[in-house]
């Protein structure tokens, strides 16, 4: 039997029981369509994320934290173990252009005009954590004075939008608030600061000096210095980030400040950016592939439904069977003919599972407002999981259907 023709007589036999055959398509659709939806949300959500990391930035970001034993870094549990004397050390090194540190400066509440919210902290860094960075209105704070730069979602918080210029309050404790300045509104954050803060997530900036108090009594000068959690060491240019992390990284293990004030149980971690991009995807593609193994099970459901639907098919056309077998049908013709009828129910109910998933992975994505990206190899690999499910579920009817005995099959009712 010819090919042609037996995809002409399998069509028949599917169209001859519409809805037992939609159906049957039904569960690999909403199989091949859950896949799809999770890889395009997966591809999705790590665009979104490694797109605001993925920039050439020669900033290398130090901090300290309990042992992980996968070098990411532990900025949850961080101690103050930085000192200005590892600050002006490291900025000695060659191809070093600035070193900048960050801490956290806890505050009970903020008030601008007649609107009061309580907020936890403030981050205070240097002038030179926003080289790179555009603000929407004014600039960059001034060391020593009581000035405060807002990210986008800091200057729109408030019942009112706040701009540079503008004065806000800040509440350290109950009898003592002071008078900021807003000397700046970033228009969008880059870089290590942009990551903490995230991106959708009010940060506010001030100076080192004079709001950051935390001091530790330094090893290597005997006095008490500011002590800061997190360092960003930012080289040159980002083809020097090599050449600068070897010898900070050999300080900061044998002969910094933070080796000694760490707890042993600390270690401490250098992550450049190509690093912590690397590691952004390592988790997103385990998350995605835990994601879409959990709907391939759907796949199983949909192959099951093909299978059962193809034996109650050769139950039917028993007797049609034997009339074939009489008039000089092969088994390997037989074998064919549902083998066939299995795989073009598995085509069809993966490409209209593909555009299924494509519409939800879309819809998806722009309802939890994620910029779309796709993932076409899946697109061929659902086509090819169609036919696969198809075989597979087609096989042993097909088998069963071709060792049918001819005469048992005529005298079928």
Known sequence: MKLGESVRMSWRAITGHKLRSVLTVLGVVIGVG????????????????????????????????????????????????????????????????????????????????????????MTATTAASFEGDDFASGGVFTAGENEVVLNPAAATMFEQNVSAGDEITVEFSENDSRTLTVAGVLNASTGFAAVAGGGGTPAIYVPTDPFYTTTAESPATGERERAYPQLTIRAVSYEQVDDVEPPARDYLENESDASQLKPESYEITLTTNDALVEQIQSILSTFTNFITGVAVISLLVGAIGIANMMLVSVTERTREIGIMKAIGATRRDIVQLFL???????????????????????????????????????????????????????????WDAARTDPIDALRHE
């Open 340 to 398: 066939v009828e299995s795989v073009i129910l598995g085509v069809i109910g993966s490409v209209i599972g593909t555009l299924v998933g494509l519409a939800g992975g879309y819809a998806a994505a722009t309802l939890i407002d994620l910029p779309i990206a796709f993932a076409p190899e899946w697109f061929a690999i659902a086509v090819v999981v169609g036919m696969g499910v198809g075989v597979l579920a087609g096989i042993y009817p097909a």
């Open 34 to 121: 859950s896949v799809i939806t999770f890889v395009t949300l997966g591809a999705s959500l790590q665009a979104a994320i490694v797109g605001d990391v993925a920039t050439s930035s020669p900033d290398i970001a130090v901090s300290v934290g309990p042992e992980s034993g996968q070098g990411g870094p532990p900025s949850g549990d961080a101690v103050p173990v930085f000192t200005e004397h590892d600050i002006e050390q490291l900025q000695g090194i060659e191809n070093v252009e600035a070193v900048v540190p960050t801490g956290q400066v806890g505050i009970a509440g903020l008030q601008y005009r007649d609107d009061r919210i309580r907020w936890p902290s």
